[in-house]
């Protein structure tokens, strides 16, 4: 087993990057674990110290952060540095990092480029064309033959957008009036991919990659609906748990050699090998999984309830992966049981959150023995914390099954209050209803 780094960045300052400084400075061997910039709430873990200055998005001041702590190794968790190249210029320097490439971040950034990429390697996905700003009568010639076919379809924004450039039709007459939404204004190159709408459950498979080999984490589902029983605009994710009763480790097994490693050969093929965390967004339709999008980190939420379920260190796992080591590596061992996490959310959330707010029942909440991973949150002058984002915590309670988990986590989020304060209260209540695809046993 490689040797675990005893001084490791974590760039970012979402509840994501919260549970993965939480994880690997609570791992064996780890001295300090740096983040930029942080925030006061994750700063507080033990053997965690934040460097608020630091802008993510600017490589120069990442590799300078990193050489200030004297990082072994650096992992990144949003997919914003990635796309910024913050990876390339910590490789270029030497430092070892776990990410990938600009290049190989594409895979996230452009939904046109998966789709070429997983074409490419015979990877599943739904049926789908990319469009320039030009071709908009072509766009909605093709909105109409997908909407022809009888099963909805999908327009999606290329190009980041914090799940926010996703649109799902069942009426392909109102998507070809909002072909031009998406045209009017871009740039060359794709501007808007259009997809048949697949039905199913969806499912993350995210697996530890080094450019050619791949080792899975546990699979987890989140709910990317506002509001209680999918209703409401789409977030970046109000609550996941795992693992999935409906996708077993035989089935998350297969999915890694049908979806990740051919995706591993072909951007390794192309001369982009992707290093880092590889997102598998899947739909379990009726004819077995298909890839919905690739992202190229960790999901947030679905980090916070897959980490604390790691029975082992990850940090060696991730500096073997960063020095193309993975091969030597044992699959990751999980602890047994289930973890359920609750997003609480400010009021306008997703669109114009209200900031400002004290957060009460902090401390109650942990004393349930949930863990409170924070993504928005803001150190206040007299201690405590008030609410300085979208997103502001994520909730995760622990148990023997789902069932137990997902009460832990209530009882915890319940302690939890501020003014205009959203959250569901049906997170891994139920299996979302789709295609029974039970394959395998549960992890
Ligand atoms: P994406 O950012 O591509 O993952 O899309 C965001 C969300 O839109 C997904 O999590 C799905 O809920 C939905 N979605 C995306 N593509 C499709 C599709 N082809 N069929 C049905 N739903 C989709
Ligand atoms: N929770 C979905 C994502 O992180 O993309």
């Given at each position: 087993m490689t040797q675990a780094p005893a001084r490791i960045l974590v760039v970012g300052s979402g509840a994501r990057e919260h549970a993965l400084a939480w994880k690997l400075?609570?791992?064996?061997?780890?001295?300090?674990?740096?983040?930029?910039?942080?925030?006061?709430?994750?700063?507080?873990?033990?053997?965690?110290?934040?460097?608020?200055g630091v802008d993510p998005l600017d490589p120069g001041a990442v590799v300078g952060?990193?050489?200030?702590?004297?990082?072994?190794?650096?992992?990144?968790?949003?997919?914003?540095?990635?796309?910024?190249?913050?990876?390339?210029?910590?490789?270029?320097?030497?430092?070892?990092?776990?990410?990938?490439?600009?290049?190989?971040?594409?895979?996230?950034?452009?939904?046109?480029?998966?789709?070429?990429?997983a074409e490419a390697a015979g990877v599943r996905m739904a049926r789908a064309r990319a469009f320039e700003a030009n071709e908009g009568a072509a766009a909605r010639a093709y909105v109409a033959e997908l909407g022809a076919a009888g099963g909805g379809v999908v327009l999606k924004q290329d190009g980041l957008a914090a799940a926010k450039g996703v649109a799902v039709y069942d009426d392909a007459g109102l998507a070809v009036e909002h072909v031009g939404s998406y045209l009017d204004g871009r740039g060359p190159g794709p501007a808007l991919v259009v997809?048949?709408?697949?039905?199913?459950?969806?499912?993350?498979?995210?697996?530890?990659?080094?450019?050619?080999?791949?080792?899975?984490?546990?699979?987890?589902?989140?709910?990317?609906?506002?509001?209680?029983?999918?209703?409401?605009?789409?977030?970046?994710?109000?609550?996941?748990?795992?693992?999935?009763?409906?996708?077993g480790d035989?089935?998350?097994?297969?999915?890694?050699?049908?979806?990740?490693?051919?995706?591993?050969?072909?951007?390794?093929?192309?001369?982009?090998?992707?290093?880092?965390?590889?997102?598998?967004?899947?739909?379990?339709?009726?004819?077995?999984?298909?890839?919905?999008?690739?992202?190229?980190?960790?999901?947030?939420?679905?980090?916070?309830?897959?980490?604390?379920?790691?029975?082992?260190?990850?940090?060696?796992?991730?500096?073997?992966?960063a020095a193309r080591g993975l091969a030597a590596i044992a699959p990751l061992a999980v602890l047994p049981g289930a973890a359920v996490g609750i997003v609480l959310a400010s009021e306008g959330y997703p669109n114009t959150p209200k900031r400002g707010l004290p957060i009460?029942?902090?401390?109650?909440?942990e004393a349930e023995g949930a863990l409170v991973f924070h993504g928005g949150s803001i150190g206040r002058p007299g201690g405590g914390y008030g609410t300085n984002g979208g997103r502001v915590l994520t909730?995760?309670?622990?148990?023997?099954?789902?069932?137990?988990?997902?009460?832990?986590?209530?009882?915890?989020?319940?302690?939890?209050?501020?003014?205009?304060?959203?959250?569901?209260?049906?997170?891994?209540?139920?299996?979302?209803?789709?295609?029974?695809?039970?394959?395998?046993?549960?992890?």
């Open positions: 400075a609570g791992e064996p061997g780890v001295d300090e674990v740096v983040v930029a910039p942080g925030s006061a709430a994750i700063g507080a873990e033990p053997r965690v110290r934040c460097v608020p952060a990193a050489r200030e702590a004297a990082a072994e190794l650096v992992v990144i968790g949003p997919e914003a540095p990635l796309a910024a190249g913050v990876v390339d210029a910590l490789r270029a320097t030497g430092i070892q990092a776990f990410g990938p490439t600009q290049a190989a971040a594409r895979l996230e950034s452009s939904k046109a480029f998966c789709h070429d990429v997809e048949e709408r697949l039905r199913g459950r969806e499912a993350s498979v995210i697996a530890i990659c080094d450019g050619r080999e791949a080792i899975a984490l546990p699979a987890s589902r989140d709910h990317k609906r506002l509001c209680d029983g999918d209703l409401g605009p789409n977030t970046g994710g109000m609550g996941a748990y795992s693992p999935l009763p409906d996708l035989d089935a998350v097994e297969r999915i890694l050699a049908t979806v990740h490693r051919p995706i591993l050969a072909e951007l390794a093929r192309r001369g982009s090998p992707f290093i880092g965390f590889l997102y598998a967004g899947l739909m379990l339709t009726e004819d077995g999984p298909a890839l919905l999008e690739c992202n190229a980190r960790l999901g947030d939420p679905e980090a916070q309830v897959i980490l604390p379920r790691l029975a082992g260190a990850l940090g060696p796992v991730l500096a073997a992966a009460a029942g902090l401390e109650a909440a909730v995760v309670g622990r148990g023997a099954d789902l069932p137990a988990a997902r009460a832990a986590a209530e009882r915890a989020a319940d302690r939890i209050s501020w003014d205009g304060m959203q959250r569901r209260h049906d997170i891994a209540a139920a299996l979302p209803p789709g295609a029974a695809v039970v394959v395998g046993a549960a992890s």
